[in-house]
Structures are given as structure tokens and as C-alpha cells.
């Protein structure tokens, strides 16, 4: 596997944030090849 990913963090206030990130991995494994990108997004209050 090889793969990154990377992220933005939002604080709207001390108590809101929001993030986001993507990621992109790939698979060269026993003849077995793939790829896989992943899209994360999040919405958080702390209370």
C-alpha cells in the first residue's frame, strides 16, 4: 500500500468546527492492484 491524504480543520468558534480531507491509497499486493480515494467531511460542536 502507498497512499496520502490531507485535511483542512474550520474553528467557527470555540465550541463549532468543521473539517474536511481527502485521501488516495494504492494497492500492488500478490498480483492483486486497486485504488481507493476517500472523501471525509465533518461537522463537530464541543460542548
Known amino acids: 500500500m502507498d497512499g ?3 485535511g483542512v480543520n474550520w474553528w467557527a468558534n470555540k465550541r463549532w468546527k ?3 480531507g481527502y485521501g488516495n ?3 500492488d499486493r500478490f ?3 486497486g485504488n481507493t480515494r476517500t472523501l ?3 461537522l463537530q460542536w464541543i460542548y
Do not use: Y
Open 4 to 6: 496520502w491524504w490531507t
Open 18 to 20: 468543521a473539517s474536511i
Open 40 to 42: 471525509l467531511t465533518r
Open 31 to 33: 498480483g492483486v492492484t
Open 25 to 27: 491509497i494504492d494497492l
